[in-house]
């Protein structure tokens, strides 16, 4: 905007340069003037943008004119959003889904692996312990079996000790009793000679009177 001057200051300005004073307040005035009309111009021009929005039918967004622009702007900020997910976050979080499975099926292969082991060291443990049991039972028949023989043969040997004893205690008995006999014999020889005698008078002989024993 230009500055419009007063024939007044204008004057005051040519005829009289030494007084400065009186030439300052002369052009305050005109200062106000023109803030003033600045600011009633830019008064109006608000009231004038404002009414004009009002006029048209508010926010811009929902004004057809501007929907072609918006469309636009909206494919691209899909098209952008649809190639961030594509290319970024999906592999992403599939790179992390894939690792996330792998790492289970690893764990469950693991597990699987520990639980075989532990089945093939069960079944193994089951295996030694029916072997030990069979080597247990054996043992327990080999020992018996040699118990029974070697009782079997200290009774064989006990009862041919006692056999032994036994004939010779009867081999003694026969012995002593055939002895006793043999005097006995001798005895009645000479009971039955002595008796002969004194009923006849006359001995017998001894041949007669064993050969009469052993008749009787």
């Known amino acids: 905007m230009s500055v419009t001057s007063s024939p007044e200051a204008t004057t005051a300005t040519d005829t009289s340069a030494d007084a400065p004073v ?4 002369t052009l305050e005035p005109v200062a106000e003037a023109q803030a003033s009309a600045e600011a009633a111009h830019g008064d109006t021009h608000t009231t004038t943008a404002h009414a004009e929005e009002h006029a048209s039918g508010g926010l811009p967004q929902f004004q057809t004119e501007h929907w072609a622009g918006q469309m636009v702007w909206l494919v691209i900020i899909f098209l952008v959003l649809f190639v961030l997910i594509a290319k970024v976050f999906a592999p ?5 889904i894939d690792t996330r499975g792998a790492t289970i099926a690893e764990d469950l292969a693991n597990a699987r ?6 089945e093939a060291q069960a079944k193994d443990a089951a295996a030694e312990t029916a072997a030990a049991h069979v080597a247990a039972r054996k043992l327990a028949a080999d020992a018996k079996a040699k118990a029974a ?11 041919a000790r006692l056999n ?9 008995i026969r012995a002593k009793r055939d002895e006793a006999l043999s005097h006995v014999t001798e005895i009645a020889t000479d009971t039955a000679s002595a008796l002969i005698e004194k009923l006849t008078g006359k001995a017998p002989t001894k041949t007669a009177l064993t ?5 009787a």
Request: charged share 35%; hydrophobic share 50%.
């Open 113 to 118: 692996a520990i639980r075989d082991e532990a």
């Open 211 to 215: 050969a009469a024993l052993k008749k």
């Open 92 to 96: 992403r979080l599939r790179k992390v």
């Open 164 to 172: 032994a004893v036994l004939a010779e205690s009867e081999a003694s």
């Open 22 to 25: 009186t030439t300052v307040a």
């Open 149 to 159: 023989a070697e009782q079997a043969a200290a009774q064989a040997k006990e009862d």
